[in-house]
């Protein structure tokens, strides 16, 4: 199965972390994966001055969406995020070494407790479209049937996106 993954960070080496990640998600390919460039994005939903760094990774798994999820958090610890338990709704976002997203799972719609695909708010963030859009441009929203160039082209959010490359 297809997954369409996005890695950020905004804390420590940024681009080690990204480069670690990466390698860590490739891992759980089965055949070819695909890396966007490297994009430097503004915080978004909280304040800081680090600005973060977010790469796309699309993979070809055997894992169900649930262990690819457990695997995910498995690197994010081992690359030092910690997560917090019932964390107050104004700390959701905040800084982090590493952070790794599911954004799509095939065409599979999927909203439990655990885990919510495709990523609920994907279509909303420029800093998810453009990696996604560089790797994944025709690939089809399940939810919403349009690709993510459309997506990327009709999106509101002006923070800014560069390409690092």
């Not at 890396?35 to 699309?58: K, M």
């Not at 909303?124 to 025709?138: G, K, N, Q, S, T």
């Not at 349009?146 to 009709?154: A, F, M, N």
């Amino acid at each position: 199965m297809i997954a369409v993954l996005l890695l950020g960070s905004n804390r420590g080496d940024k681009v080690s972390l990204i480069e670690k990640a990466s390698g860590m998600v490739q891992e759980l390919s089965k055949g070819e994966s695909k890396l966007s460039s490297l994009y430097e994005s503004e915080p978004w939903g909280f304040d800081t001055d680090e600005w973060f760094l977010n790469r796309a990774v699309l993979i070809d798994t055997n894992l169900d969406p649930y262990e690819l999820l457990n695997k995910i958090l498995l690197i994010e610890k081992e690359l030092g995020r910690v997560r917090e338990i019932g964390i107050p709704a104004e700390k959701v976002y905040s800084s982090r070494e590493i952070d790794i997203d599911i954004i799509f799972y095939s065409n599979l719609l999927i909203d439990s407790k655990s885990l919510i695909v495709p990523h609920p708010r994907m279509h909303l963030r420029r800093f998810v479209l453009e990696p996604v859009c560089e790797i994944a441009p025709d690939y089809v929203h399940p939810g919403l049937r349009v690709t993510v160039r459309q997506l990327l082209t009709e999106c509101e959010d002006t923070s800014k996106v560069i390409k690092k490359g």
